[in-house]
């Protein structure tokens, strides 16, 4: 039953891994047919396109970018969902509950252009907000959707009404196997809601809270490219550019793959040394993370 997951898998998350022999190249797509030819008629270039890196400000740019706008994810989203999943929780009616769960799953599955429109119609230049202040005298001028100073609020704000609801199924379940005789016990010695939920709730979410951080900690330099790709127009690549999309506009549309590479591999190792980091502390604090120890 697993074989064609790992089928997927192996086709399209390892044997691409191949193609990153061309971070050490001057690869052109044109030095032969198709692209393992054109890899092995390309010159080598050793280090060089790492060397380029050191002495790229835009590259600079992106990495300060993607680790702001992460970091504030980090902080503001991730735990949205623990408390949405405890609210949730706490519903004794399960036709509300069915409800409440409906209503905040639902923007993970729109698309970001929608997600965007939303965010224009309401905040935009034209929006809601805009026309209201104009209406009470207040400002003429108000656009948040252009507003660079404003955007990594704005990019978190929309990752948090996206993806939140979503993100309390992990905590729904883990809440599900929680021995109800517990709440009992804490309720008999005069535990109140708040005592209970300190004493019983959290820390049955405590394991799951630890595997989420470290795998959030060791994605913090991919930043969703779609959400940057349509607003960057409208702030410009200083405030806007992560390194999901600078590796797009070098790789794709400037044709610099071998740069574009060797970024991809940069990010890669530096991912792998914050999953283990992370989960070191993981198992500082006694939880066992994305692995167990030996």
Known sequence: MTLPAVALLVVFAYVPIAGNVIAFQFYSPYAGDGFFDSMQNSAWTGLENFQRLLDDHDFWNAVQNTLLFSSLQLIFYFPVPIALALLINSILHSKVRAWAQAVLYLPHFFSWVLVITVFQQLFGGAGLVAQLLRDWGVTDSFDLMTDPGFFKWLITAQVMWK??????????????????????????????????????????????????????????????????????????????????????????????????????????????????????????????GVYSRR
């Open 163 to 288: 993806d939140a609801g979503w993100g309390i199924i992990v905590f729904l379940a883990a809440l599900s196997t929680v021995n109800t005789e517990l709440y009992e016990s804490a309720a008999v010695d005069g535990a109140g809601r708040w005592r209970r939920m300190w004493h019983v709730t959290l820390p049955a979410l405590r394991p799951v809270i630890a595997l989420l951080l470290v795998l959030q900690v060791g994605n913090m330099l991919t930043v969703g490219g779609e959400q940057f790709l349509i607003q960057r127009t409208a702030v410009g690549p200083g405030a806007s550019e992560v390194l999901d999309t600078y590796v797009w506009h070098k790789g794709i549309e400037g044709g610099d793959f071998s740069y574009a590479a060797a970024i991809g591999i940069v990010k890669g190792f530096f991912s792998v040394c914050l999953v283990l980091a992370a989960n070191r502390v993981a198992h500082a604090m006694g939880e066992q």
